[in-house]
Every structure is written in C-alpha cells, then in structure tokens.
T-cell receptor, first 114, second 114 residues
Framework: NAGVTQTPKFQVLKTGQSMTLQCAQDMNHNSMYWYRQDPGMGLRLIYYSASEGTTDKGEVPNGYNVSRLNKREFSLRLESAAPSQTSVYFC?????????????FGSGTRLTVV | AQSVTQLGSHVSVSEGALVLLRCNYSSSVPPYLFWYVQYPNQGLQLLLKYTSAATLVKGINGFEAEFKKSETSFHLTKPSAHMSDAAEYFCAVNSGRGRRALTFGSGTRLQVQP
C-alpha cells in the first residue's frame, strides 16, 4: 500500500533553473496539497486542490505553479528557482467531505537551490 | 481566520516522565484539531484528531489530547515517555466547512533523555 509517493527525494538546483516535483496517491482521495517545511516555521501551504480540476493558492504561492493532472497526481513546478525556495516539500492527500480527515503525507523532497 | 501556536520549540524529558506539548488555537468557528508526529527524514504521521465528538481524544503510541474550548487549547500528553517518542510534533487546525486546508503550528521537538 504505497499511499503518497513523491519524486525525487533529493534535488540540487542552480538559481534560475526550473523543475517539477511529482506527487501521486493511490487512495482515491479527492484533495491534495503541497506544503513546504522550514526550520522553526512548521509547514506552510503552497497550493492545494480540493478536487480534480480545481487548484487554489495557499499561504506562500509566489514562485510556484501546480497542476492537478488527474485524481491521482498533483505536481508542483518551480519556474525559476531561487535560494529562498530551499526547503523540504511535502505532498499530502485527504478525503474531504463534510467531515475533515487527517492527511496522508508523502516522505518529502529535500530541495537545495544554490 | 485560523492559527495555531505551539509553546516551546524544544521540550526535553526523562524516559518515564510525563510528556506535555502545548497547543493553542485561534478559530472563528468550532475547529477540527490534529496532532502529527514527524520522525527524522520522514513525512508526518497522524497521531490523533478532534472533530467535535469526545473532548478527550486518544491516539496512537499512548498519546492523548484534551480539547478545552474555554482555554482554546489542545495539549498533547503521554503519561510515560519512551526513547522512541523523540521526534517533532505538530499541532494543526482546520475551521471546518469552507476551509479546505490545515494550518500547522511551528512544531515542538521532543527530546527524551535516558
């Protein structure tokens, strides 16, 4: 039972380069999320997708774009990486309805921008 | 608006001692509250959640949390710490219907001394 799978696990980018972080879930969840984790700041929401075909900005969307490719996949793109985007990125999914369930998280992507 | 404050970025206890991790929330509507645990180099794992049923919530690994509306608190406790409890703990809030994503606190790193 894979849950939420993120690729790659590690990445080093040069300033200005672009890349896409991939996320896929196999739990038939409707909602998916991208968070970044920085020391002392907890997790901050970048973008989320409440259901297939919809995406919304979170707390820190600048410098990122997302695509909800289908119900399973939700990718995060950095068009022109900056050192401030050095972080650990987590994808999560949940089954949302009138009740709120906990999220299932992936194991994270550790990104360094030099 | 919703927010979470975790008091104490680092907590150190002796093995066998009581664990108390503090979380206070702000929410304009009755909240859903969560505690997550993160072991080194891993994603976040759900410990327990409060969704307006019993105010005392029991979770995995012997942890529990009590929702106190008058104090806007949701503190996490465990009667007797184990070495394996050493990890980072995050409190999170969601203000329910219409609010689509969790807001996380900044985290508390728990150290367990032998």
């Amino acid at each position: 039972n894979a849950g939420v799978t993120q690729t790659p696990k590690f990445q080093v980018l040069k300033t200005g380069q672009s890349m896409t972080l991939q996320c896929a879930q196999d739990m038939n969840h409707n909602s998916m999320y991208w968070y970044r984790q920085d020391p002392g700041m907890g997790l901050r929401l970048i973008y989320y997708s409440a259901s297939e075909g919809t995406t919304d900005k979170g707390e820190v969307p600048n410098g990122y774009n997302v695509s909800r490719l289908n119900k399973r996949e939700f990718s995060l793109r950095l068009e022109s990486a900056a050192p401030s985007q050095t972080s650990v990125y987590f994808c999560a999914s949940s089954e949302m309805g009138d009740r709120v369930d906990g999220y299932t998280f992936g194991s994270g992507t550790r990104l360094t921008v030099v | 608006a919703q927010s979470v404050t975790q008091l104490g970025s680092h907590v150190s206890v002796s093995e066998g001692a009581l664990v108390l991790l503090r979380c206070n929330y702000s929410s304009s509507v009755p909240p859903y509250l969560f505690w997550y645990v993160q072991y080194p180099n891993q994603g976040l794992q759900l410990l327990l959640k409060y969704t307006s049923a019993a105010t005392l919530v029991k979770g995995i690994n012997g942890f529990e949390a009590e929702f106190k509306k008058s104090e806007t608190s949701f503190h996490l406790t465990k009667p007797s710490a184990h070495m394996s409890d050493a990890a980072e703990y995050f409190c999170a809030v969601n203000s329910g219907r219409g609010r689509r994503a969790l807001t996380f606190g900044s985290g508390t790193r728990l150290q367990v001394q032998p």
